[in-house]
């Protein structure tokens, strides 16, 4: 017999290449907003204004220009406000203000600005001209998929576990694949032939990869679950 599942030392995780790359973007940008971050303060604007702002100008880009199928000018719009997701963070951090509103508030502001770009793409194949009932639902399944990967893991640690999984395509990878196939497709306005195919093949692997990272996460908190229950037992506990 194996050791009890509570006495088994903690594994050690070695960073992925995909959890280093974005350590060392983060790390960029934050070197490079931190003066922007400065001056607001100076202003004396706060980090929830920012949250706000961002995801405000993230909505209007999306839902103004992508369901006229406006994609380079929506993608440069959205590209613009997404920025003050690292913004505000860094007021924050400046301030000494991090608390559990901003961490809520700027959470449930990236999944309205989520919804509102799939939103947006779903309504572009959804009219006369990007007629695309296979593409609308595509876009659609996008957008419900890409929230239910965001409840696994807030549910799952809303239980107590950790949920120590690195999904496949999360939100980072969800927008950057999304983003740049919407703006390269947009050149296809001004005179680039045949790249608007970029979207289409862009949203079917977001799709995909999120459906895989769904399965990973909603595999992971069961595995969790169970060595949860089971180290709950063996202390005489009660795992219900």
Known sequence: ??????????????????AMLNKYARAFFTRVLT??????????????????????????????FYP???FFWGTVTITLFVFSDLVDGNMARQLGRSSRWGAFLDS?????????????????????????IALCAVAIFCLASGQVVSYTKARGE?????VKVNGLVERAERLVISLVACGFSGLHKFGV??????????LWIVAVG????????????RREAAEADAATLAGGGDAR
């Open 35 to 64: 003066p922007f971050a400065a001056l607001l303060i100076r202003l004396g604007v706060s980090p929830d204004a920012v949250t706000l702002i961002g995801t405000g100008g993230v909505v209007a880009g999306a839902l103004v």
């Open 1 to 18: 017999m194996g050791q009890p599942v509570a006495d088994r030392p903690p594994a050690r995780i070695r960073p992925s290449g995909k």
């Open 158 to 162: 809303s239980i107590g576990l950790p």
């Open 108 to 132: 449930t502001l990236d999944r309205v600005a989520d919804a509102a770009i799939f939103g947006g793409l779903a309504l572009w194949y959804a009219s006369y001209e990007g007629h695309s």
């Open 210 to 221: 999120s459906l895989i990272t769904l399965i990973q996460r909603v595999v992971t908190v």
């Open 68 to 70: 006229q199928g406006e």
């Open 193 to 202: 032939p045949g790249i608007q195919v970029l979207l289409p093949i862009a």
